[in-house]
């Protein structure tokens, strides 16, 4: 796995623990279809979550939240659509949000993290 | 999240308005937008702040940022916001104090250094501020001198951005910059010029006292070499200096051009535009921000169009306007722009194109038809507003060599100027107009300022045969009436008739 | 015409101290021709009155060429010829001597010197009653206006008649009703000088009321008339005495007129001779005085209050006061410097004709607005 890939996937164990630790139910991860792949999707009180996680060494290249961007958003929210067609039960007359969390540090456990909730 | 306001201005014209800068976090995702009109120059202060503030130190958190200037509805141009713009940003993400910025305008451009560079207007701008009741404005260094001439605001010169904001309480290291400077400016000080150091053009010189003291505009008729320039170079020595607050509008458009402003000069300005000047340098307009031009920079001064006849017929076309109503529209896509521009006006011509006609001792080699056409190319509608047709000839060499200088200096003609124009005004009180040369003729003809029967007869009797046209008619009567306050008279009589007949030669035109 | 033998001593009693010859000549002229006839009056003044008579008489022959057209002679003998009466001459002389009348003859001492103004068709006699001196008593000066007067026009006529007699002018006026008389009155009243000239022969008063009028006049003046006694006042009479009125005077007051006054005729005449015009203004509203309104308007006319404004018309410094815009002197000076064939430039014609630069300027400036000069670019010149 290259180093990068590895940072990602230390990224999202790290964004999983953090979402624990907020009282969020973890779902799926690592959802795949054709139109792309959602990071996490987890529950809180009765709102579905798709959260996308970034993770960066430094902002050296950009603020991991800067990814994010109006293009990913859109796609973001077809592939919540797409999960909740392809789960009916987990969906059922749920809210959907979107939220991110960025993590800035080359060792994801100690990594700066920073959650945005309900993104338009 | 938070929310933080500062304050800064945006000029219509001359006209300042301030403008309050709202800024704005909210928990999304990063993305900096402004609202509130900006124009494209504005609308690229996003790159400009967002580099300035990283590379002053400041941390903005990476945020969804929106920066809202009001009034929504007025249009907003330049790069003078930016300032204004990073220091909002910057309180609101918590990094200075939002008390300390609520209270102060800001004006300036932010390099991607962090520097705060010089820009255009800020004269007008701190005028805006003070007369706001604001107390105190942030400025770029090259402007201080400019805003320290608006009394009654404390004026800060900042270097950087990072000045400014330890300035308000923030943490950051203040770098020891080197100031943008504003360009020295073009024209070397250059000596006062003499009505003295004209020598042999009596009649000249006593048509440009009685331009002065009537503030009548004026064509200057003569070969190359005979002095028109000269002339027309010492009208603004003549004519009276500037009160404090008018001195202050023509230095605000001296800043609005981009002029570096020093200090407040109370001679009037004497602009000469060249005749291929543009149309926009001459009435104004640049590509994006509407500037002021020549004419506008004429402004309570004198406007000298040297070879009248080979300027745009657009623009004398456009000089219309401002003679009427003394001001000047400049149009850009999607606003307007009005600008004071209200000036005496001073034509030069050359009796015809080789410029010898009439010239003792000199062969004209023009065809009739060619010195016809070029006479004809000044309009009849600029032509009626000319009061005065001055011949100037060319001084014989022995007296232009000889040293010996005229009695009459620019001082003295002054002091006769300012006494006949202080008879016209307190004449005048009461009625929109401050000089004959700006009294329409009916205001003449009839009502209190009709000259008697006796006096006015050789006139009525010409206007009867058609010797002279109505609009000839009035001009003659303005300039007696100049004629008379010169001399400290009541009113002209039948020798200031004769002596304004002699000044308007061409009594058909 | 004139062979009668008794008709030589008439003369003589007519005219004392003056050529018999002479004397009778002109009456014979004064029974021949209306007042007025220019013809007459070239013949005389070229041929002197007897030999003039003798061409008049005759059928034809030699003319100075240049006095009369021969059409014109012609013409004017054809006029004469029926009023060749040697009995004619005879009456003539015989009823003004009945009335204690002379006859007054050009040059000599007691004639008015501002007939001769009139010309070829100035009066060849005039037959008087009164005191023969009464024209040189002093300055002579014509009220006329309206028989049909209004209080106020014999109220003022009176007052200044009055005043001007008073002060020792000699008041000329044509003894008809209404103004004349009022104006004949005033300075009789006084104890001044006053004349009358009479459209009719001097034996007969017209009109009748002024009987006595007249005969006040002939003690305190003089009554004349072109017309032999018994010449009865035609219209055509009246219109020529009215050029008398106006010749004999300095100048002539129109007190009261309507606006086709008869007097208005005087008027013209005064102004023809150049007689200074006074008019005396009235009440807008009033008819009487549309005349004298009309003359200030349209005649240049002087507006005269009282006497001292009419004195002011004949005397020299007062006419000078500008009502109208005079030539300024310094105009014509200016201009005698210039040339119209070198133009020349202000300094060098300021200094040619001595005045100021300023001075100068603006008189070209005038100058140039009704074309006498035009500037070109060497300088001025006159148009030529």
Avoid at chain 2, 324 to 352: D, K, W
Avoid at chain 2, 413 to 421: M, Q
Avoid at chain 2, 457 to 484: K, N, Q
Avoid at chain 3, 111 to 126: E, I, M, N, R, S
Wanted: proline share 6%.
């Amino acid at each position: 796995m290259a180093a990068k890939d590895e940072l990602g996937r230390a990224g999202e164990e790290r964004a999983a623990r953090h979402l624990r630790a907020q009282g969020y139910i973890i779902l799926d991860r690592n959802w795949r279809c054709r139109q792309g792949e959602i990071d996490i999707v987890a529950q809180r009180d009765d709102v579905l979550c798709v959260v996308e996680v970034k993770t960066r060494r430094s902002v050296r290249y950009g603020h991991p939240f800067e990814a994010i961007d109006e293009r990913k958003r859109r796609r973001l929210w077809r592939l919540a659509y797409a999960w909740t067609a392809a789960h009916p039960d987990a969906a059922r007359r749920r809210e959907i949000r979107l939220e991110a969390i960025g993590l800035i540090g080359a060792d994801a456990d100690t990594a700066q993290l920073e959650h945005l909730v309900d993104l338009l | 999240m938070s929310t933080a306001r500062t304050w800064a201005v945006a000029l219509t014209g001359v006209d300042g308005h301030l403008v309050e800068i709202e800024a704005d976090f909210s928990a999304q995702t990063p993305e900096f937008t402004i609202i509130g009109l900006p124009d494209k120059a504005l609308g690229e202060a996003v790159q400009r702040v967002r580099n300035a503030c990283t590379n002053s130190g400041l941390d903005i958190p990476r945020r969804r940022l929106t920066v809202n200037l009001s009034p929504a509805s007025l249009p907003k141009h330049g790069s003078g916001f930016d300032l204004g713009i990073a220091v909002a940003t910057a309180a609101a993400g918590g990094m200075l104090s939002a008390r300390a910025v609520r209270g102060t305008v800001h004006i300036g451009e932010l390099g991607l250094d962090g520097r705060v560079r010089p820009v255009a207007g800020v004269l007008p701008a701190v005028y805006a501020a003070a007369r706001a009741g604001f107390e105190r404005v942030i400025v770029p260094h090259a402007n201080a001198a400019e805003a320290a001439l608006v009394p009654g605001i404390e004026v800060h010169a900042a270097a950087s951005l990072a000045e400014v904001a330890a300035l308000h309480g923030a943490d950051v290291e203040v770098p020891d910059v080197d100031a943008v400077e504003l360009a020295a400016p073009d024209e070397p000080e250059t000596l006062p010029l003499d009505l003295a150091d004209v020598i042999g053009q009596e009649e000249a010189v006593d048509a440009l006292i009685i331009a002065a003291a009537g503030g009548h505009h004026m064509m200057l008729s003569g070969p190359p070499g005979a002095g028109k320039t000269m002339l027309a170079r010492r009208l603004p020595g003549i004519l009276p200096l500037l009160l404090d607050d008018e001195a202050l509008e023509v230095a605000a458009i001296r800043s609005l051009v981009g002029e570096p402003v020093m200090k407040l000069d109370p001679v009037v300005p004497f602009v000469a535009p060249h005749h291929s000047a543009s149309m926009a340098a001459l009435v104004g307009g640049g590509t994006r921000m509407a500037r002021p031009g020549a004419i506008v920079r004429a402004h309570r001064g004198v406007l000298f169009l040297d070879e009248t006849p080979e300027f745009q017929r657009a623009a004398l076309d456009a000089l219309r306007q401002p003679l009427e109503s003394g001001r000047i529209e400049v149009h850009r896509a999607g606003f307007t722009a009005s600008y004071p521009a209200r000036f005496q006006l001073v034509l030069a011509m050359n009796p015809c194109p080789c410029g010898n006609y009439g010239v003792r001792g000199a062969e004209c080699a023009c065809p009739p038809m060619s010195i016809r056409r070029y006479a004809s190319k000044l309009s009849g509608p600029l032509r009626d507003r000319i009061d005065i047709d001055l011949q100037v000839a060319r001084v014989a060499a022995a007296r232009a060599t000889s040293g010996e200088r005229s009695r009459v200096t620019s001082a003295s003609a002054r002091e006769r100027v300012v006494a006949a124009r202080g008879a016209a005004s307190d004449r005048l009180r009461g009625t929109p107009w401050r000089v004959n040369g700006e009294v329409p003729g009916e205001r003449l003809r009839l009502g209190v300022l009709r000259l008697p029967a006796t006096v006015r007869a050789p006139l009525d009797r010409a206007l009867e045969r058609g010797t002279v046209t109505l609009r000839a008619y009035d001009r003659v009567l303005r300039l007696a009436w100049t004629i008379a306050d010169l001399a400290g008279a009541n009113s002209p009589g039948i020798d200031e008739l004769g002596r304004a007949l002699f000044l308007k030669k061409g009594l058909l035109a | 015409m004139l062979d009668d033998a008794r008709l030589l001593p008439l003369a003589e009693r007519l005219r004392p101290g003056g050529d018999p010859v002479e004397t009778l000549t002109r009456v014979a002229w004064s029974v021949l021709v209306e007042p007025g006839d220019g013809t007459a009056g070239a013949l005389v003044d070229a041929h002197g009155a007897q030999e003039a008579l003798e061409i008049a008489c005759r059928d034809d022959g030699l003319l100075t060429p240049g006095i009369v057209t021969p059409a014109a002679l012609a013409e004017a003998r054809t006029r004469w010829r029926p009023r060749a009466q040697a009995q004619a001459v005879m009456e003539a002389m015989t009823s003004c001597l009945d009335v204690g009348g002379h006859l007054m003859l050009p040059g000599d001492d007691g004639w008015p010197a501002g007939l001769q103004d009139l010309g070829p068709h100035a009066p060849l006699v005039l037959w008087a009653r009164g005191d023969l001196t009464s024209f040189t008593a002093g300055p002579a000066v014509a009220m006329v206006g309206a028989r049909a007067a209004s209080p106020y026009g014999e109220s003022v006529a009176a007052d200044i008649a009055g005043d001007l007699a008073g002060a020792g002018a000699v008041v000329v006026s044509g003894g008809a009703y209404g103004i004349d008389g009022a104006s004949h009155r005033a300075a009789l009243g006084v104890g001044g000088v006053t004349v009358a000239f009479l459209a009719g022969g001097v034996d007969r008063a017209y009109p009748v009321g002024h009987h006595q009028l007249f005969e006040r006049i002939r003690k305190g003046g003089l009554v004349v008339s072109e017309v032999p006694c018994g010449g009865a006042p035609t219209k055509w009479r009246f219109l020529q005495r009215n050029r008398l009125i106006a010749a004999a005077s300095l100048a002539t007051v129109v007190v009261e007129a309507g606006w086709r006054s008869g007097t208005l005729n005087t008027a013209g005449h005064a102004a023809a001779l150049g007689r200074p015009i006074g008019a005396v203004p009235g009440p807008v509203t009033s008819a009487a005085s549309a005349g004298c309104h009309r003359l200030l308007r349209e005649f240049d006319a002087i507006c005269v209050t009282n006497a001292q404004e009419v004195r002011e018309l004949w005397d020299d410094r007062a006419l000078d006061a500008p009502s109208q815009p005079r030539v300024d002197p310094d105009r014509v000076r200016l201009l005698d410097a210039m040339s119209t064939r070198t133009p020349r430039d202000a300094h060098d014609l300021a200094r040619r004709c001595g005045l100021s630069v300023d001075r100068v300027r603006s008189l070209l400036g005038l100058l140039a607005l009704d074309v006498v000069v035009v500037q070109t670019p060497e300088g001025w010149r006159r148009v030529g």
